[in-house]
């Protein structure tokens, strides 16, 4: 499971340049999960009130963390700074998570 956050950096961003890379690190994560590499992802409201507060979730099935980590240090968000992220294990049983189909998320 991956906690992604908004960088403290990230709020001198301006407008233009913060929803160009979201644009740019929502079709990453869109890949990932047509891909296979991510199950599930959304963003998330009414984060604490942190310098940097948590802005989205997303769920791998990967081999390891650092299998994980390696993926998110790909995002485009995260390489212009807008994002970083904390990578953790989430154990569920299985069956109760089911990824999206492929025409689902192309909409």
């Known amino acids: ?5 908004h960088t403290a950096a990230g709020r001198d961003f301006d407008e233009e340049t ?10 990453h994560t869109l890949s990932l999960v047509m891909g296979g ?12 009130a942190e310098d940097e507060d948590i802005c989205g979730v997303g769920f791998y099935q990967k081999e390891s963390l ?5 993926l998110m240090e790909q995002d ?3 390489q212009q700074g807008l994002y970083c992220f904390d990578v953790m294990t989430w154990r ?3 069956g109760t998570v089911t990824p999206p189909s492929a025409a689902w998320v192309r909409g």
């Open 92 to 94: 569920t049983a299985p």
């Open 76 to 78: 485009p968000g995260v």
């Open 66 to 70: 650092d299998a994980v980590r390696q």
């Open 37 to 48: 590499d991510q199950v599930a992802a959304g963003p998330v409201d009414d984060s604490p």
């Open 1 to 5: 499971m991956v906690l992604l956050r």
């Open 18 to 27: 913060r929803e160009r890379i979201f644009r740019e690190h929502l079709a």
